[in-house]
Nanobody, 115 residues
Framework: QVQLEESGGGLVRAGGSLKLVCSASGGVSSLSTMGWYRQAPGKQRELVASVTGHTSKNYADSVKGRFTISRTTNWSAIFLQMTNLKPEDTGVYYC?????????WGQGTQVTVSS
């Protein structure tokens, strides 16, 4: 089973930036999809951004142009560079790894954007 560890969350003012990091261990496949999801209080978890391999990327409409997902050359870590943060970006951000029957989640990291 793949284990995930996230870091990089915190408190930032609107307009600021943060970078999230997710490190994977335990047998990472180059064909896997890794991504970031977030869950705001009282809301369902939603996809923020994902990457399959190195170049196939997908973003939620609400973050396009502001967030950038990237992945290391050995596929074992992903980054989420978040710029021009808004209060509505507040939530717990979870890292996810998917490949065939494997669907792993990290513990989550809190991102709070103050207005």
């Amino acid at each position: 089973q793949v284990q995930l560890e996230e870091s990089g969350g915190g408190l930032v003012r609107a307009g600021g930036s943060l970078k999230l990091v997710c490190s994977a261990s335990g047998g990472v496949s180059s064909l896997s999809t890794m991504g970031w999801y977030r869950q705001a209080p009282g809301k369902q978890r939603e996809l923020v951004a994902s990457v399959t391999g190195h170049t196939s990327k997908n973003y939620a409409d609400s973050v396009k142009g502001r967030f950038t997902i990237s992945r290391t050359t050995n596929w074992s870590a992903i980054f989420l560079q978040m710029t021009n943060l808004k209060p509505e970006d507040t939530g717990v951000y979870y890292c996810n790894y998917k490949r065939l029957a494997v669907d792993s989640w990290g513990q989550g990291t809190q991102v709070t954007v103050s207005s």
